[in-house]
DNA sequence: TGCGCATATAAGTATATGCCTATATACTAA
DNA sequence: TTAGTATATAGGCATATACTTATATGCGCA
């Protein structure tokens, strides 16, 4: 067993759920890395706005990401104060980094937040 | 990063949305420490054997648990030649254990496989 | 062979999910 | 204030999910 905090399977099969769609999985892969956008998410999936921030506003409801107004935008990164936080994090190291979406937004021009 | 082999993105979500079920994460947590049959879920989760039976399937039909008869019963057991073996143990060692539904199960007589 | 127990499958139903379009809200800058 | 950009919400639709009951299959044993 490591010595990481227990979260109850309630908790964890809801945040499951979550990780379970494999957009929302690859946000978050991305999220573990690099702060994001809803306009860059729109980009990166090729997927409507409202699709994305429906996404996002489900994984801010239950406390696993935050938000941070930056301007115009609202940054959205991983909150590290989730009670699954751990599990979490352990799960996305074991996934492959999606450095890629990164570029080609920045080739794009379509960066915006500066992290 | 830690040092265990990468799993798709692909794969994990779709390992992740079973384990998003309350009902199959407590399976998985109980099948970490000892292997069970169906009867035996019924018993612990009081529901239709139908029920447990599609649950069971699918975490088979993705390769995540395999059966194995002995006489009358089906075993089931986490199947370590998954490719997201490593993913799950990580998560399912971060759940309380599930113990007491086997001491119930014992208490109850109604335990089959000897492990 | 035939009965009983364990498990699987089929079919139906209610609810949840993920996407879309249309529209509302919030902030920036002229 | 007004236009433009970013994000959120509402409503609708097609599909997926989880459960149920009824029925089929598979194995062990008398």
Known sequence: MLAKEAISIDKASTALKLMGDKTRLTML??????????????????????SVSQHVRKMKDIGMIKEQRKGQWIVYSLDESFEGYDMIRSILEQLPAQDHHLEQLIEKGKRVSCN
Chains 1, 2 share one sequence.
């Open 29 to 50: 892969r991305i999220l573990a890395d690099h702060d994001c956008c809803v306009c860059e998410f729109v980009e990166i999936f090729q997927m409507s706005q409202p």
